[in-house]
Nanobody
């Protein structure tokens, strides 16, 4: 059974930092492309960051220079370090693991709220 479990969400003030973590089980973790997405109320889910199996990373334009994605294949985890947070970063954040259209899994999401 495949599971992706996010943790680390919460309330943070503008300008602050937060680290999200996603722990995976039931997959050959190192083979998967891993990502973080977010969805704010009334908006579509958008890509935040992605890390490929070879370690190459990519970021959404709105988070470039502020967020960093990293993976640990020994621990089966993918983290998202978020800095200089803004109110518009408020959303539910989801991690995903993708190998093929049939092997694409999502976590349950974790809420991040940026507010003073």
């Amino acid at each position: 059974q495949v599971q992706l479990v996010e943790s680390g969400g919460g309330l943070v003030q503008p300008g602050g930092s937060l680290r999200l973590s996603c722990a995976a089980s039931g997959i050959t973790f190192s083979a998967y492309t891993l990502g973080w997405y977010r969805q704010a109320p009334g908006n579509q889910r958008e890509l935040v960051a992605r890390v490929f199996s070879d370690g190459v990373t990519m970021y959404g334009d709105s988070v470039k220079g502020r967020f960093t994605i990293s993976r640990d294949n020994a621990k089966n985890t993918v983290d998202l370090q978020m800095s200089t947070l803004k109110p518009e970063d408020t959303a539910v954040y989801y991690c995903d693991a993708y190998l093929s259209n049939r092997q694409h899994y999502w976590g349950q999401g974790t809420q991040v709220t940026v507010s003073s």
